[in-house]
């Protein structure tokens, strides 16, 4: 017997709501990742410069919002401020860090800092909060006695020029403030010493190099 009031089955349809459930899903979990604390899309590409910025010292009582103005960062005043300009000229090493919807993220600065406290004299070593409660940082650093000085990222201007996805972000760069290396996964103070010592041997050895390359011009006599 013909049953003339069932439809045929229409794939297509079931395809096209389910792509939208999953399109749909996807923009809620992007928008949700947004509001708990990362922020920023993209790949920080090996070979870009650090862009200039200044941001307050999360210690410090200088309040407001960082600088990324390229033409005016480097020139802010004040020992309550960091500039990343100061790091040039030397191999550093930037750590950008939240714990809004980050687990784990403090033990990683924990690892941050004591690597840092070991190879400071050696490398620069730069500490960026992104959007935490200024007043939770400051608890943070004391409780954890970190040493390296911790710059607050209050709005995500910083993170956001340097297409900070997640945490942890530890970009490497040169004396030329070129980056060479970035680290977007969990690590020991082993793994993240032995990259530091890449970092200022491979520094050394480029240095060495141009030095024994370039002619002597010194008078003969």
Avoid at 71 to 97: L, M, N, T, Y
Avoid at 142 to 148: M, N, P, Q, T
């Amino acid at each position: 017997m013909k049953d003339g009031g069932r439809k045929p089955f229409n794939y297509m349809a079931v395809v096209g709501i389910v792509f939208l459930i999953v399109i749909g899903f996807a923009i809620f979990n992007m928008l949700k990742t947004t509001d708990s604390g990362i922020v920023g899309f993209g790949e920080v590409d090996i070979g870009e410069k650090a862009e200039p910025f200044a941001v307050p010292v999360a210690t410090s009582d200088l309040r407001g919002d960082a600088n990324i103005d390229p033409d005016q960062a480097c020139s802010v005043e004040g020992s309550d401020a960091i500039r990343i300009c100061d790091f040039f000229g030397r191999p550093f090493v930037v750590s950008f860090w939240f714990t809004k919807g980050a687990s784990g993220c403090l033990d990683q600065q924990d690892v941050f800092d004591e690597v840092a406290t070991r190879y400071r004299g050696k490398a620069g070593f730069l500490s960026v909060n992104v959007r935490d409660d200024r007043e939770k940082v400051r608890e943070e650093i004391e409780d954890r006695g970190w040493k390296v000085e911790v710059g607050h990222d209050e709005d995500g201007a910083v993170s956001n020029l340097y297409k900070v996805g997640g945490c942890p972000t530890i970009l490497f760069y040169d004396r030329n403030a070129v980056l060479t290396e970035a680290l977007i996964e969990p690590t020991d103070a082993g793994e993240l010493g032995a990259q530091v010592r890449s970092l200022i041997n491979g520094q050394s050895q480029a240095t060495q190099q141009k030095g024994t390359s370039e002619p002597n011009t010194g008078s003969t006599g």
